[in-house]
Nanobody
Framework: QVQLVESGGGLVQDGGSLRLSCAAS????????MGWYRQVQGKQRELVAS???????TYADSVKGRFTISRDIAKNTVYLRMNSLKPEDTAVYYC??????????WGQGTQVTVSS
């Protein structure tokens, strides 16, 4: 089992920055990929960024050049640094861990609100 706890969300002005953290516990050795998703009320959850166990990262086109995903293996933590935030980035952000083809772990979500 893997448990994920997100933190770092909040309210920020247009153009500001936030860093989200996702602390993993449990069977962390089984994690293949970790990522950040976001979801707006009434819309489908979308992938924002991901990072593999080998350190390879991917990003949604909408956040490329602004967001950076990283990891601290010693702390079992994945981060999402968000710069140049825009109102359209407002969403609930969820941490995800892919363990197998049958199992994904999710955090509880953290709200990010960007005011114009």
């Amino acid at each position: 089992q893997v448990q994920l706890v997100e933190s770092g969300g909040g309210l920020v002005q247009d153009g500001g920055s936030l860093r989200l953290s996702c602390a993993a516990s449990g069977s962390i050795f089984s994690i293949r990929v970790m990522g950040w998703y976001r979801q707006v009320q009434g819309k489908q959850r979308e992938l924002v960024a991901s990072i593999s166990s080998g350190g390879r990262s991917t990003y949604a086109d909408s956040v490329k050049g602004r967001f950076t995903i990283s990891r601290d293996i010693a702390k079992n933590t994945v981060y999402l640094r968000m710069n140049s935030l825009k109102p359209e980035d407002t969403a609930v952000y969820y941490c995800n861990a892919n363990i197998s083809t049958e199992y994904n772990a999710w955090g509880q979500g953290t709200q990010v609100t960007v005011s114009s």
